[in-house]
């Protein structure tokens, strides 16, 4: 072929249908539709997006314009980057002023911590060096008022720009009732905003935070939803307070956790841009001068585990890149090791340094709205706007956010996803990476405190819990370490029948089974008979051993050996890698046989029930 051939050459056009004939060639006769799976937000996500997902009518073509999901800016980052602001976690103000100058030095861009007493006391004069050249980023929570007044007292504060936020809504769910009345905190909240706007009218003073609700296990919808029931309550409440519509938007910040749902949490951020914009226009205000949506984003607490912690850093990198795809303003990375609950300098440096690669080394920074036109991220997007939106007015319906808590509704659509999440984790349909799959029995973990008990509610409000997917797993690696350490090490038995072909996979499948639960496998060698069996079983002296081999060693030579088994040694118990017929199953049933572990087992209750028996002997 010449060049100029080669050059006037185009590859012929294609049909969907064309490709989903070549891919159920390569499926081997499975339909297409075997490989879309459902989501935690009832989306059903597909094998492949092409333009016939996407109605033309709803997407934005350009940032700035529109709905704003492609961003509020028009230039993206390239106008203005994103604040880095890892939040700085101590109560000493000398630890504090240190890991400040440490963090500017090495590339922090916005000032953020944790307030505390100690902290706040002394806030003026630790923020002298840095308060006119970095924007703020404060979750003030119990501490907003102090912090704004102790800002408000220094020299040209009017430079001051960022957030001083308090959410009264999510502090209301986290504690499970009010600690004190809403109305004086909104009361306050007034008098707090106004002495703002007159000290620091640069500064962002009210806040609609999520992260409750993510951390107690919600998806993507509720949170949405969540987030503009409580703008909304917000809104109301100050408005019946004689503060202007335009006013309370323009000090408005929302704060989202991101979870590990790659291409869902970026849609998350595109369609609430989308969905604020509605309820800016409905507010009769221009979403272009006061409904511009700031967004504050934090890597996710509820995905953190304590064993295998090295794999947080790419969590958290996972979770830092969808934020930034999704157009954040503010971002904190949560350190590998924040389940111990204070961050060493080089966890801190680690993760402060993966924004820096994504916006120095990834250059994230220079290019606008990756994410748009995708179909796959656009039609998520889509589906997120269509789903929000109705549970956004059925909360409207029963009242609005508060009251939607104070009956427990709110809780209970929460829980309800919660629950479907860790059943996942238990019978290992969704993975946790070192946790409930590919763990490392010899791993050092994290120093989590397990024993720690919260003092109970009170309150006929039932509080949103952050939890961490991965703790119950967790705790089943500490019980077993007690047994090692005060009785026996936990270990099951791997008879391995006939060639390695035949048993090897369901070996393997077996040991990854149990290993979740801090529970140890010894295999055998390849067993041609029972007398090979009967002196392995006396050699290990276990209590527990599974068969595995394929399943037509079950029907031959497994038959003998279980019956052969329990003649010797009545008292232990065995088990079936796999799931066979409903006749073969009852045959080795028959001879003695506990139960058949496959991938659809609960391995969470099973290696949870093998440790209880454990501690009972």
Request: aromatic share 8%; net charge neutral.
């Amino acid at each position: 072929m010449s060049l100029k051939e080669m050059m006037d050459y185009s590859f012929s056009q294609q049909t969907t249908e064309v490709w989903k004939k070549k891919a159920e060639e390569t499926l081997k006769g499975k339909s297409i539709d075997s490989l879309s799976r459902e989501t935690y937000e009832n989306i059903r996500l597909k094998p492949l997006y092409t333009k016939e997902d996407v109605k033309k009518t709803a997407l934005s073509q350009f940032p700035g314009c529109e709905d704003f999901r492609r961003g509020s800016s028009a230039l993206g980052y390239i106008g203005e980057s994103w604040k880095i602001a890892q939040r700085i976690d101590t109560e000493k103000p000398e630890d504090f002023k240190v890991r400040l100058n440490s963090g500017i030095e090495k590339g922090q861009t916005a000032i953020a911590f944790a307030p505390s007493v100690s902290i706040v006391k002394e806030l003026p004069e630790l923020l002298t060096n840095y308060y006119q050249s970095y924007s703020l980023s404060i979750n003030g929570a119990h501490f907003q008022h102090e912090i704004i007044y102790g800002i408000a007292s220094l020299r040209n504060s009017e430079k001051i720009s960022g957030y001083v936020g308090k959410d009264p809504v999510s502090l209301y769910a986290k504690q499970g009732g009010e600690k004190e009345n809403l109305q004086s905190v909104y009361d306050r909240l007034v008098e707090t905003i106004q002495t703002a706007s007159s000290a620091c009218p640069q500064l962002k003073t009210l806040l609609v935070d999520t992260a409750v609700y993510h951390n107690g296990g919600a998806n993507a919808v509720q949170e949405l939803a969540i987030a503009l029931s409580t703008a909304v309550h917000h809104i109301e409440q100050l408005r019946s307070r004689g503060m202007d519509v335009k006013d309370i938007l323009s000090k408005l910040v929302f704060h989202f956790s991101i979870g590990s749902n790659f291409f869902m949490e970026i849609a998350k951020l595109r369609a609430a841009r989308a969905l604020w914009s509605k309820i800016v226009e409905a507010y009769q205000a221009s979403p272009e001068a006061e409904g511009q949506m700031v967004i504050s984003a934090e890597t996710s607490w509820f995905t953190k585990t304590a064993y295998d912690p090295y794999v947080n850093l790419l969590r958290s990198s996972n979770e830092a890149f969808a934020a930034v795809l999704g157009g954040i303003q503010y971002l904190h990375v949560s350190p590998y090791n924040e389940p111990e609950g204070e961050a060493t300098p080089f966890s801190d440096r680690i993760a402060r340094n993966t924004q820096l690669i994504l916006k120095d080394e990834a250059h994230l920074s220079t290019v606008v709205d990756p994410a748009g036109g995708s179909w796959y991220v656009e039609s998520l997007t889509n589906q997120l706007i269509e789903q929000a939106w109705p549970l956004f007015l059925e909360i409207d319906e029963k009242g609005g956010i508060l009251q939607a808590l104070q009956t427990n509704w709110i809780q209970k659509e929460i829980q309800h996803i919660a629950v479907k999440r860790q059943k996942d984790i238990f019978t290992r349909k969704q993975s946790i990476v070192g946790t409930n799959k590919y763990a490392n029995l010899e791993d050092t973990p994290l120093n989590v405190d397990f024993s720690c008990h919260e003092a109970k509610n009170q309150s006929a409000v039932s509080p949103i819990k952050a939890a961490r997917l991965s703790t119950p797993y967790e705790k089943l690696r500490k019980r077993a370490e007690k047994l090692t350490k005060e009785k026996t090490a936990p270990a099951i038995g791997l008879i391995c029948l006939g060639q390695l072909k035949n048993h090897k996979a369901r070996a393997d499948f077996i040991s990854g089974f149990f290993a979740p639960g801090g529970i140890k496998t010894l295999r055998s060698q390849a067993m041609e008979g029972s007398n090979d069996a009967i002196s392995f079983v006396t050699e290990t002296n276990l209590r527990d051993y599974v068969l595995c081999g394929s399943d037509l060693d079950y029907k031959t030579v497994g038959l003998e050996i279980v019956q052969a088994i329990k003649a010797s040694f009545p008292q232990i118990r065995l088990y079936v890698a796999g799931l066979l017929d409903e006749a073969d199953q009852k045959a080795l049933l028959d001879k003695g046989i506990s139960h058949f572990i496959h991938v659809k087992s609960n391995s969470y209750e099973i290696a949870s029930s093998f440790l209880d028996e454990m501690e009972v002997e």
